[in-house]
Structure formats: structure tokens, C-alpha cells
Nanobody, 120 residues
Framework: QVQVVESGGGLVQPGGSLRLSCAASGSVLNMNAMGWYRQAPGKGRELVAAIISGGSTNYADSVKGRFTISRDNAKNTVYLQMNSLKPEDTAVYYC??????????????WGPGAQVTVSS
């Protein structure tokens, strides 16, 4: 099994910054695609940012220019740097990692979520 856990959430004032981390553990051979999703209270889950093995990234229009997704393959970790945070960014943020575990078995794992609250 490959498990994923998020960290780095918390309370921040509008205009502030947070850095979320997502660590994958288990028999990870490689991570092919990593994504950050979020779900606000009473809302559906939406894709925020994604990065694939080649390094290309995609962002939701609402976070472009403010959020940056990155990865550290040696640590099996993906990050989400969030700057210029707005109250509408308040949500539970989930990490999704897809890849292959040893030996060459595909996996698709979700973390339990991290709360991000942007409020004055």
C-alpha cells in the first residue's frame, strides 16, 4: 500500500502564505502525477494544481499566479506554496498521488486532508 498524508495547514490572515506538504510512504517506485484538490464547506471537491512526472504543471484559474506546485522525488513529497491567500481559499486541501509501487504496480492514493482557513 502507498499512503499519503498532508501537513502544513492552519489559520492565516488574508494576504498571507502557507506551504502544504504531501508525503507518500510505502513501496513507491515512482510518482507519475500529483495533484492538490480542495473542498470548501458545502461545496464539491475541485482540482487546484497538478504536476506530472515530466515537470509540467496545471493550475485552476482561481489560483494562477498565487499558488505553486512542486515535488521532491527523493522524498516522495509534493508541495503547494500558497501566497496572497484569500478568504475564498478556505477549504480542506487534499493531496492525490498516482504512480507505481514496487514492483510496477499502479497506485492512486489520497491523503486525509488538511484544513486551510484564511480569515482576519
Amino acid at each position: 500500500q502507498v499512503q499519503v498524508v498532508e501537513s502544513g495547514g492552519g489559520l492565516v490572515q488574508p494576504g498571507g502564505s502557507l506551504r502544504l506538504s504531501c508525503a507518500a510512504s510505502g513501496s513507491v517506485l515512482n510518482m507519475n502525477a500529483m495533484g492538490w484538490y480542495r473542498q470548501a464547506p458545502g461545496k464539491g471537491r475541485e482540482l487546484v494544481a497538478a504536476i506530472i512526472s515530466g515537470g509540467s504543471t496545471n493550475y485552476a484559474d482561481s489560483v494562477k499566479g498565487r499558488f505553486t506546485i512542486s515535488r521532491d522525488n527523493a522524498k516522495n513529497t509534493v508541495y503547494l506554496q500558497m501566497n496572497s491567500l484569500k478568504p475564498e481559499d478556505t477549504a480542506v486541501y487534499y493531496c492525490n498521488v498516482r504512480g507505481r509501487s514496487i514492483p510496477s504496480r499502479p497506485f492512486d492514493s489520497w491523503g486525509p486532508g488538511a484544513q486551510v482557513t484564511v480569515s482576519s
